[in-house]
């Protein structure tokens, strides 16, 4: 029980820590538009051959 108590105590201290410190507020967020990606995109492919057959039952 000594044990419980010490980790609710250190509980405690750490939230009262978290809580002195203020959260920081932004009025507001910029993100910079993004003109061009930085690597051309690629085309990716399956490596197994996707058919509409299941195989398990006669159609």
């Keep these: ?3 419980a108590d010490e980790l609710t105590c250190l509980l405690h ?4 820590d978290i809580d002195s410190v ?3 507020t932004f009025a507001e967020l910029l993100i910079p538009v993004q003109t061009q ?5 690629r085309t990716v492919t399956a490596s197994v051959q996707v ?3 299941t195989g398990w039952r006669d159609l």
Excluded: I, Q
């Design 51 to 53: 058919t509409n057959a």
């Design 13 to 16: 201290a750490w939230r009262e």
């Design 22 to 24: 203020p959260f920081p």
């Design 1 to 3: 029980m000594r044990d």
């Design 37 to 41: 990606r930085s690597a051309p995109s």
